[in-house]
């Protein structure tokens, strides 16, 4: 079965700092893997994808990720968070013909 | 930039109405998706949609759900007979091709009372 995780349910980071928001992922077959961000009461914007290629991916706002396929993870990262960054994230994994499977979220909180 | 529409951005209904969920998703793309966020919960698959047909849905779709391409453009979430257990946020997506990321929609608050 396809399914994602996210261990923590808010990260709280000072301004300045690097933060990781943690994923990991399990699926059957190569993993379509994405991170999405919400801001209240908003949809869901893309911010990065992996698909195939370099582990290291880069998105939107500064953000990256890395896909490590020995430990199943897909961390999502930005050397220096910003307050405005504090938002709902969600790491979601493709599965089947076309759907998504999301994890269940990660507040950040980005403290001035 | 081209993004997904979704109208109302809240509707609130009496419960056993029917409510219709409209979306104009980005118009080169070719599959279409709705979700939904009960408050403070994952998000949850719902329905997917391609080439015209349903190609997957979830448990949570029952016959009480259905979904339209009524044209070249909309997408249609309906709820025949509406329980206070729909009130959600429903999002719809779309996507340009099976394994590209999927863009969505702002939400529709539906509140069932």
């Known amino acids: 079965a396809q399914s994602v995780a996210q261990p923590e349910d808010q990260v709280n980071v000072a301004e300045g700092n690097p933060l990781t928001v943690k994923c990991t992922y399990s699926?059957?077959?190569?993993?379509?893997l994405f991170w999405y961000v919400q801001y209240p009461n908003r949809g869901l914007q893309f911010l990065l994808k992996y698909i195939t290629g370099d582990n290291l991916v880069k998105g939107s706002y500064g953000f990256e990720a890395e896909f490590n396929k020995s430990q199943t993870s897909f961390h999502l990262k930005k050397p220096s968070a910003l307050v405005s960054d504090s938002a709902l994230y969600f790491c979601?994994?493709?599965?089947?013909?076309?759907?998504?499977?999301f994890g269940s979220g990660t507040k950040l909180n980005v403290k001035p | 930039e081209p993004e997904v529409t979704q109208t109302p951005s809240h509707q609130v209904t009496q419960m056993g109405q029917e409510v219709i969920l409209r979306c104009v998703p980005i118009?080169?793309?070719?599959?279409f998706y709705w979700y939904r966020q009960i408050l403070g919960q994952k998000v949850e698959f719902l329905v997917s949609?391609?080439?015209?047909?349903?190609?997957?849905k979830s448990e949570i779709f029952d016959d009480q759900f259905s979904v339209e391409r009524p044209d070249g453009s909309n997408f249609t979430l309906k709820i025949r007979s509406t329980k206070l257990e729909d009130s959600a946020m429903y999002f719809c997506?779309?996507?340009?091709?099976?394994?590209?990321?999927?863009?969505f929609g702002q939400g529709t608050r539906l509140t069932v009372v």
């Open positions: 118009s080169n793309h070719l599959y």
């Open positions: 997506a779309s996507s340009r091709t099976s394994n590209t990321e999927a863009f």
């Open positions: 979601a994994v493709r599965a089947g013909f076309n759907k998504f499977y």
């Open positions: 949609f391609y080439n015209n047909e349903i190609s997957e």
């Open positions: 699926v059957s077959g190569n993993p379509y």
